[in-house]
Every structure is written in structure tokens, then in C-alpha cells.
């Protein structure tokens, strides 16, 4: 047998590995979340559930291997070389897709990733054997691939996040009407009744949807609880009720906590136990591919001609290879980074505070929250007054002061993310209904934040966005796997040995490419968080503040310049850098300006004067780094357009304007790093200097018009930019005004 098909399984096996990570690192938010969200034990005791969960699903998983192997086509119509082929796209597609996902924070259907991916690979496959011979067409595709599978996921998708979003906003308005926001008193008297249905819903879950089709679950046994599932409810009900009664009144120990770790545990069980399919199905495929092929070989068949009818067999997967694909996915939820991305995205859009928002605002979500807002106050004309005070009273958040550095949400939310998504995953599963846990956990959560007034008038619109960017991604997905993984398909059909290095290559490449743009994000957002999650005694507001804006005015400076060299060359590439990093240093500045009450907070214990300087000091940032993306962005539009680039006239009076603004900033940053302002009256002089030289390039402007020596466009470009530089050399001097009053206190 040809020694490419053994290259071709080391790769398999390398994307395997590569795959639990970067699969892990999306769906451990799947069970993650709730716990953490609600901070039901310190990380450590939720990654050790997790972890216990995952290396038991693991174990027993092996049931599930066939949907990798003749879920969605023929394999008996596929020769080896082809399955090999098919199998080697799927895994660049995913690995390559999950990652790019991850490195963004959103969380994706890794069940969408891989059906998609073996639908486009397969097509690919299955349309060059069908131009190869002579007496098929495209008529005779149906014959290699089970469309009917995909259509199924497809609508799948469509029920479970519309039942999963509806059924979780339900249950927990319910929920809070009972327990409102101050549940310590009633859960005392009902929490052993409310963790016993809970647990109820998640034993439900853990046994059929985790255990059913595993090796640890007999067949015959299931059939008798498949039989008396209504009695083995009520008598679980009965037990937990009991047992949480005996806890709560005898150990005084917060049942709550306890039923969000189960729940996690069985969400772990579960996700290990059907999804690792998803992550080395296709490898282990591949593996057995490569051993029938080689039995075949040895015993003289050509396997050019060897069809794979054996992979439509019975499954019985390596329990040693199971194993090790569990341990790696808890070694991943130990310590992949971006499978806290992925968690903080659906965190953040459940939090019960107001603060930044990841995500801005569309015409969608605008159109959403003012429709509600409408039905809203149309409806509450029919409800007795005494019953909205009433509901009013319920939703009364806690205060501040009691909820300062808690958790985005509390527990009660948290098993009513846990307990509804255990149900609804259990019960499609037991109805042979296919959906994805990703969906349904997230669209539950998301529906109890909604019942929870988590997304209040001034969140909605950008939660929503955050919602509708993630349910868009999850259908971009099945798209994407589609389509790449025809492409590549292709490519290694045509391009033989020499595709299948380069696309090796390439997925390296792009993977280590991902890693460094997400270090790189990490650090760039751990910087900025440093001085908001500093403790008191740690905190230098003061200090943190100075070096924060010298780091900017540092940065604007080099922008500023950068664009007008980039006007000069009209060199687009450079222009579009110099827009995208502009546009970043105003989305922190203004995401700064959310950030004022924790840090105002720290600054009463030691000075409230101060706070107001603070204030204005983040004004102003902001307003610098607004006049900055005004200059960078009509600069790259004008460039970008193939407009007509600036006059030597005009590019001569902004190198002058340059020259003046760097000096300034450089006089700026210098008594800002030595808080010495005796040089002040000096700056302000050479700013008033170049307000008289930007006058003087107006005026010059106006005679190259009247003249007729630039055109419209250019002119209007540069007017822009004289008008934008003094703005931002104005509001920089606001600026320092502000801060300098931030450290000594005394008027200029």
C-alpha cells in the first residue's frame, strides 16, 4: 500500500488532537456556563465536576462513532482513496473553522461543523467520480450522499433555538415571581421542593440523553425505564425532594450550589459521551479505514478498487483512544484560554448589570426592542394595577452594595439554565428529534436573562445583537463547512500528493496565525481591564490613568502621521491599518467611559474631589480618539475610491501641521509622565502657533478653489482634516487641563 495513505493517517491523528482542543475550548460553555455564571463554587471545584463528567461520557461514547463514518453519505459507494479523501477534508474544515470561531469568542454547533463537513467533502468526492464515468450525472448524486440527514439538522435548528428561547423565558419568569430576587427567605421553605424538580429534570437528562446507547446502560435495562419512565420520575422526584430537606436543615449547606454542580456534571457526561464524535470521529474512521484497506492489501486485493461497505458496520471503538480523547478535552478545560473567550461572550450577554457591551446596535435589534417596548405598554393597560405592583415587587433588583463584585447572575437562574436545557435536550433525544446542546444551552440561557430584566432599555439592543450575531454564525457555519469543505475536497482530489502537504501547511499555518491574533487580543484586553480589577490596596487610579493616556496620546501621534504619509503615498493598505487601529483606540476609549462607577467607587475611599476630574479625563479621551477615526477614515474612503490623491501644495501644508502636532504631543506626554507642568504656558503657546498655521492652510485652500488647482473631493478631504486636527489638539488640551487637576488638584 502506498505510503501516503500512512502520511495521510498521521496527519488524521494530528488534526484529532487538534480537534478536542479547539472543540473543547467552543462547547465547554455548553456545561460551563451556568456554573460559572453564577459562581456556584470556585473554578477549580467546577472544573473538577466538569472534568469527572467528561472522563466518564468519554469512556462510554463509543455508540456514537457511526454518525462519522455513514451519517450523511454511502460509504459502500466510495473506494478507499476517496474515503481517505473525504475524511482529510472534513478535518482541515473543522479544525480550521472551529478555531477561527473560538479566536472570536462565539460559540458554534460543532454537530453543524461536522455533518456539513462531511456533506460538502462528500459532494465534492461523489461529483468527481460521477464526471469521471461516463454513464452517471449529477442525477445520480442521491446515490453517495444522504441529503435527508442534513435537512433534518437544518430544521432541527430551527425548532429547538425558537422552543428552547421560549421555554426558557417562561420557566424563569415563573421562577422569579415565586422566588423574586430576594429568594434567601422563600427558598428556605420551598428550596428543597424547587432543587428536587430540578434534579429530577437533570437525572432525566443525564440518563437518557448521557447514558442512553452507552456501554455502562444494558439494553434490556433501558428498555424497562424506557417502560416506567413516568414512575422512575416521580420516585426521583420524591428521593431528591428528601435528601435536599436533610441537607439543607441538617448541614446547612446551600442546595442550590449543590444542584448547579450536578447539573454541570450531567451536561459534562452528556457532551462527552455524544459529542466526541464530532471532535475524533473522523479520525478513528480514518484509522479503521487505513486497517481494512492494509488486511485487504495483505491479502493481494487492489485497493484502488476496494469499496467501503465495512465502515456500514457495527461500531466498537478503542477504549484506549476514547480515554485519551477524554483526558485531552479535560486538559483543555483546565487551560485553554479561549475557552473562557468563548464562555465570557455568553456570559457577558447574560450578566444582570448594565456596563460595556461587546456588541453595538443594528436596525434589527432597534426594530426588536421598540416593538416590545410598544407591545409592552399596550398590554400593561389590561393588567390590574395591584398585579403589576405586585410583579414589580418581585423583579426589584438587589443593591449595589449587595451585589458589588457578585456573579453576572445568581443560582436560582443558574438551575433554571441547567434544568430546563437538560429537560428539552432529554426529551428531543428520547423522541429521536435531532438538535444541537449548543443551540439549546445557549437560547435557554439567553431566554431566562431576557424573563431575569437582564437585558433592561439600556442593554437590549445590544444584547440582542449579541444573540442574533451568534444565531447567524451558527447558520454561517453549516454555509461555510459546506462550502469549504467541497472546495477542499476538490483540491485534494485534483491536486493528489502535492494538495495534500500544502493544505497541511496551510491549516498549520492559519492556526498558529489564530493563536497569535488571539494572544495578542488577550493581552491588549487584560491591559485594559488591569486598572478596573485591581483591589483597593493594589490601586493607583492616579498613576494607571497617567500611563494609560500617555500610551494613547503616544499612539494617536503615530496614527495621525501615518495617515498623512498614507495620503502622501496613497498607499491603502497602510490607511486601512492606521483606520482599524483608530476605530479600536475609540471603541476602548468609549468603552472606558462605562467603566466609571467601580472606578469612582475606589476613588471615594481616598479623594471624591478627584472623581470629577476622572470623569472628564475619560471625556476627553474619547473625544480625541472620535476626532482621530474622523481624519482616518474619509482619508482611507478617499484612497480606497481611487479619488484623486492630495496636491503637492496640499501635502506640504500637513507636513507642516504634522511637525507642530507631534511636537505638541510629545510636550504633552512629557509633563504627563513627569507631572511637572512649569512648561505649560510654553505648550499652549505652540498650540496657539499651529491654530494660526491651520488658518493659514485654510486660507491657502481657499486660493488653490478659487484657482481651481484641486478638485472637490481633495479639497473637501482636507479641510476635514485641518478641522478634525483642531479639534483634536483642542480637546487633547482639555485633556491635560483635566488630568492635570486629576493629580495635583490646583487650577491652571
Known amino acids: 500500500m502506498d505510503n501516503i495513505y500512512l502520511v495521510v493517517l498521521v496527519i488524521l491523528m494530528a488534526l484529532a ?4 482542543i479547539v472543540g473543547v475550548s467552543n462547547d465547554a460553555v455548553n456545561f460551563l456556563n451556568s456554573a460559572l455564571g453564577s459562581k456556584a463554587a470556585p473554578r477549580y471545584v467546577i472544573l473538577l465536576v466538569a472534568s469527572a463528567g467528561i472522563l466518564l461520557g468519554s469512556i462510554f461514547s463509543s455508540g456514537m462513532m457511526e454518525v462519522a463514518r455513514r451519517g450523511v453519505f454511502y460509504p459502500e459507494n466510495f473506494y478507499f482513496h476517496e474515503m481517505m479523501m473525504i475524511f482529510l477534508t472534513v478535518m482541515f ?23 456539513f463537513g462531511l456533506l460538502g467533502a462528500a459532494v465534492a468526492v461523489a461529483m468527481v467520480k460521477i464526471w469521471g464515468t461516463a454513464d452517471e450525472n449529477l442525477g445520480h448524486l442521491p446515490h453517495y450522499i444522504n441529503s435527508g440527514k442534513a435537512l433534518g439538522i437544518i430544521s432541527g435548528i430551527l425548532v429547538s433555538v425558537v ?10 419568569y415563573v421562577t422569579r415571581v ?6 434567601q427567605r422563600a427558598f428556605r421553605y420551598i428550596g428543597p421542593l424547587w432543587c428536587g424538580i430540578a434534579l429530577t429534570a437533570i437525572s432525566y437528562f443525564a440518563i437518557f440523553k448521557g447514558l442512553k446507547d452507552t456501554a455502562i446502560m444494558p439494553h434490556e435495562l433501558m428498555t424497562w425505564m424506557n417502560d416506567h419512565t413516568s414512575r422512575l420520575m416521580i420516585y426521583c422526584f420524591v428521593g431528591w425532594t428528601v435528601l ?15 444542584t448547579v454542580l450536578a447539573g454541570t456534571l450531567s451536561l459534562a457526561l ?12 473522523v479520525s478513528v474512521a480514518g484509522f479503521d479505514s487505513y486497517n481494512i484497506a492494509s488486511e485487504a492489501a495483505a491479502k493481494g486485493v487492489d485497493i484502488s478498487t476496494l469499496k467501503m461497505s465495512a465502515l456500514d458496520g457495527a461500531v466498537a471503538a478503542n477504549p484506549l483512544i476514547l480515554f485519551i480523547g477524554g483526558l485531552i478535552m479535560v486538559i483543555t478545560i483546565w487551560f485553554s484560554k479561549k475557552a473562557r473567550s468563548v464562555s465570557d461572550t455568553e456570559i457577558n450577554l447574560a450578566r444582570q448589570d448594565d456596563g460595556a457591551e461587546r456588541f453595538g446596535s443594528t436596525a434589527l435589534s432597534r426594530a426588536i426592542v421598540r416593538g416590545a417596548v410598544n407591545f409592552n405598554k399596550k398590554f400593561v393597560k389590561y393588567v390590574p394595577e395591584r398585579a403589576q405592583r405586585f410583579i414589580e415587587r418581585r423583579f426589584e433588583p438587589m443593591a449595589i452594595s449587595e451585589t458589588e463584585d457578585k456573579a453576572p447572575f445568581d443560582l436560582i437562574r443558574a438551575t433554571v439554565n441547567l434544568s430546563v436545557a437538560s429537560i428539552l435536550i432529554a426529551s428531543a433525544t428520547s423522541l429521536r428529534l435531532p438538535l444541537s446542546t449548543t443551540y439549546v444551552t445557549f437560547m435557554v440561557a439567553m431566554g431566562s436573562s431576557l424573563a431575569d430584566r437582564a437585558w433592561g432599555r ?31 475536497g476538490m483540491l485534494l482530489m485534483y491536486g493528489g500528493n502535492i494538495a495534500i502537504f500544502a493544505l497541511a501547511a496551510v491549516c498549520a499555518f492559519i492556526l498558529f496565525q489564530s493563536k497569535v491574533l488571539f494572544s495578542r487580543r488577550q493581552k491588549q484586553a487584560a491591559a485594559r481591564e488591569a486598572i478596573y480589577k485591581a483591589d483597593d490596596k493594589e490601586l493607583n487610579i492616579i498613576d494607571e490613568s497617567t500611563q494609560e493616556i500617555c500610551n494613547a496620546m503616544q499612539t494617536m501621534t503615530k496614527l495621525y502621521s501615518d495617515t498623512l504619509e498614507g495620503l502622501a503615498g496613497e498607499d491603502r493598505r497602510k490607511l486601512k491599518d492606521t483606520m482599524r487601529a483608530a476605530e479600536q483606540m475609540y471603541q476602548e476609549a468609549h468603552e472606558r467611559k462605562y467603566r466609571l462607577l467601580p472606578i469612582l467607587r475606589k476613588l471615594e475611599a481616598n479623594n471624591i474631589d478627584t472623581g470629577h476630574y476622572y470623569v472628564q479625563v475619560a471625556d476627553y479621551v474619547n473625544e480625541v480618539a472620535k476626532a482621530l477615526v474622523h481624519i482616518t477614515r474619509p482619508s482611507f474612503e478617499h484612497i480606497d475610491n481611487n479619488h484623486e490623491g492630495l496636491s503637492a501644495a496640499q501635502l506640504s501644508d500637513l507636513q507642516e501641521i504634522n511637525a507642530s502636532v507631534s511636537s505638541i504631543y510629545d510636550e504633552i506626554i512629557r509633563m504627563l509622565q513627569t507631572k511637572d507642568f512649569s512648561k505649560l504656558d510654553e505648550t499652549l503657546m505652540h498650540r496657539d502657533q499651529l491654530f494660526e498655521t491651520l488658518a493659514k492652510a485654510i486660507k491657502n485652500q481657499i486660493y488653490r478653489v478659487r484657482d ?3 478638485s472637490s473631493r481633495s479639497s473637501m478631504l482636507y479641510l476635514e482634516i485641518i478641522n478634525e486636527t483642531k479639534t483634536m489638539v483642542l480637546q487633547s488640551r482639555n485633556l491635560l487641563k483635566a488630568q492635570k487637576h486629576f493629580i495635583s488638584e490646583e487650577d491652571i
Not at 178 to 183: D, G, K, L, M, P
Open 244 to 258: 435536599m430537606g436533610l441537607i439543607q436543615y441538617l448541614f446547612r449547606i446551600n442546595i442550590l450550589k449543590l
Open 178 to 183: 415565586i422566588f423574586s430576587f430576594h429568594y
Open 708 to 710: 481651481n488647482a484641486s
Open 93 to 115: 474544515t473543522n479544525v480550521i473553522l472551529l478555531d477561527i470561531f473560538n479566536t472570536f469568542g462565539l460559540p458554534t454547533s460543532t454537530t453543524v461543523s461536522l455533518v
Open 458 to 488: 439600556e442593554s437590549a439592543v445590544y444584547r440582542i445583537t449579541g444573540v442574533l450575531t451568534v444565531i447567524s454564525g451558527w447558520f454561517l457555519t453549516a454555509v461555510i463547512a459546506f462550502t469549504v469543505a467541497f472546495v477542499v
Open 270 to 281: 452528556a457532551f462527552a459521551g455524544n459529542d466526541l464524535v464530532n471532535f475524533i470521529g
Open 17 to 20: 488532537i487538534s480537534a478536542l
Open 163 to 172: 422552543i428552547a428561547f421560549v421555554t426558557g423565558t417562561v420557566v424563569m
